[in-house]
């Protein structure tokens, strides 16, 4: 049995968004790369706060839309969640210490990605949100064995009760 690269949720309420992300947690303990994408109000910085709070993250998880960074440690893991909509140039990025940020155990957690051209690495899986109404649509895209891996898990653990198709 071949694992599916995407996942796709429709309709979807707030909860079970954040069931999805809660779900998604658990695997990332190994750190990666994960681009949240949508448009101004699709649930990127909601999926990111669920996330953070299923991984153990226990301080006030702040929107980076001003700082552009807010960083978390849980374990020996570093996470770096970066809000990319106020950058107008890839350039930009270079002061914010990319390198620094993915040097040991991390996971980056990127909204507006696209604003970064190609300065940041590779995803190992893509989350786009967009409107359904009042609810939300959430399609998962694996960028990489790891994020094939993170899908299978997420799979896994939540079956298909969240109206969930490959």
Known sequence: MTVPDTLAFRAIDEAALNKVAAGLAAGLRDGGVLHLRGELGAGKTTFARALLGAMGVGARIKSPTYSLIESYVTGDLAVHHLDLYRI????????????????GLHLLLVEWPERAARALPSPDL?????????KRDAVLAAGSPRGV??????????????????
Not at 126 to 134: D, E, M, T, Y
Not at 150 to 155: K, Y
Request: aromatic letters at 4%; glycine letters at 16%.
């Open 88 to 103: 107008a140039d890839p350039g930009e990025l270079e002061w914010l210490g990319l390198a620094d940020l993915t040097a």
């Open 126 to 134: 893509v989350v786009s949100l967009a409107h359904a109404g009042g």
């Open 149 to 166: 891996d993170w899908l299978r898990r997420l799979r896994k653990g939540i079956g298909s009760g969240e109206n969930a198709s490959a």
